[in-house]
């Protein structure tokens, strides 16, 4: 399986819950939020897409595996410095 970038963990991590916590149903958001992009948001869109290819790749097990969840406190003590 391919490992994910911390930015792409990140996009999932905020789009997880809008597509049900179920990896067709991430899929099915990115999907939707990718057509919504404007054509100067190129980072974006390749991003998007590299986390779709990824998402695609893997079985339901695999992404029932992964800590979806943001890591608070490191955001907090990163504040906090």
């Known amino acids: 399986m391919n490992e ?3 930015e792409e963990t990140n996009l999932l ?6 597509g049900g916590g179920t990896r067709e149903g991430l899929i099915a ?3 939707e939020m ?3 992009l404007e054509p ?3 980072e974006l869109r390749d991003l ?6 990824k998402l695609r790749s ?11 969840y943001p890591d608070f406190d ?3 003590a990163a504040h906090a410095e």
């Open 4 to 6: 994910f970038t911390f």
């Open 13 to 18: 991590c905020i789009y997880n819950g809008s």
């Open 29 to 31: 958001f990115l999907e």
């Open 34 to 36: 990718r057509g919504y």
């Open 40 to 42: 100067d948001e190129d």
């Open 48 to 53: 998007t897409d590299s986390a779709l290819s």
């Open 58 to 68: 893997m079985s339901d097990g695999e992404f029932d595996a992964l800590d979806l």
């Open 74 to 76: 490191a955001e907090d």
